[in-house]
T-cell receptor, first 114, second 116 residues
Framework: KAGVTQTPRYLIKTRGQQVTLSCSPI?????VSWYQQTPGQGLQFLFE???????NKGNFPGRFSGRQFSNSRSEMNVSTLELGDSALYLC?????????????FGPGTRLTVT | KNQVEQSPQSLIILEGKNCTLQ??????????LRWYKQDTGRGPVSLTI?????NTKSNGRYTATLDADTKQSSLHITASQLSDSASYIC???????????????FGKGTKLSVKP
């Protein structure tokens, strides 16, 4: 079974631009969560989607948004990029939203904002 | 405030030696505790998940313990290998209505280096 895939793997953007990251979950998984990972803050939860509905949202500004499609693929968008948005963005999928279902992480998208 | 603290921040050991990583949490109400291994530049991989009623769980050379009374967990690595060099992240989840996966509190990890 194929794992979680994320595209692109690496991205360089300039301040003020916007970016869209994509995540394809493991086949059959309906929950997709997004995380931001930085050296200083570690992993921080952005949002979770289940069956095309946002179930939970972390403490990030409205510039960060996401959506999920009917095939469970998910995208996250960051508008008006800031230098502090440089990070590794990880998505994770699981069978369902209820815990303690196992979460499987993708390899991440490394975003650099200059 | 829900928090997860891990110690040490970094650790260097020789190949073949054992080591123990610590995780203290102040998450309530507790749902489960997970340990993840993250290789540099890759996504975390789950090692163990423990619920309130479990106090030990093993995955090969990795053994996690949980003391829900003292809110402490440890990850013991036996006979370390060079491939164990990675960051180990403790994650504690709390219960709320609906039990969303979003109720996860992440520690900042312990960076383990195994030297030959």
């Amino acid at each position: 079974k194929a794992g979680v895939t994320q595209t692109p793997r690496y991205l360089i953007k300039t301040r003020g631009q916007q970016v869209t990251l994509s995540c394809s979950p493991i086949s059959g998984h309906r929950s997709v969560s997004w995380y931001q990972q930085t050296p200083g803050q570690g992993l921080q939860f952005l949002f979770e989607y289940f069956s095309e509905t946002q179930r939970n949202k972390g403490n990030f500004p409205g510039r960060f948004s996401g959506r999920q499609f009917s095939n469970s693929r998910s995208e996250m968008n960051v508008s008006t990029l800031e230098l502090g948005d440089s990070a590794l963005y990880l998505c994770a999928s699981s069978l369902a939203s209820n815990q303690p279902y196992e979460q499987y992480f993708g390899p991440g998208t490394r975003l650099t904002v200059t | 405030k829900n928090q997860v603290e891990q110690s040490p921040q970094s650790l260097i050991i020789l190949e073949g030696k054992n080591c123990t990583l610590q995780c203290n949490y102040t998450v309530s109400p507790f749902s489960n505790l997970r340990w993840y291994k993250q290789d540099t530049g890759r996504g975390p991989v789950s090692l163990t998940i423990m619920t309130f009623s479990e106090n030990t769980k093993s995955n090969g050379r990795y053994t996690a313990t949980l003391d829900a009374d003292t809110k402490q967990s440890s990850l013991h690595i036996t006979a370390s290998q060079l491939s164990d060099s990675a960051s180990y992240i403790c994650v504690v989840s709390y219960m709320n209505y609906g039990g969303s996966q979003g109720n996860l509190i992440f520690g900042k990890g312990t960076k383990l280096s195994v030297k030959p």
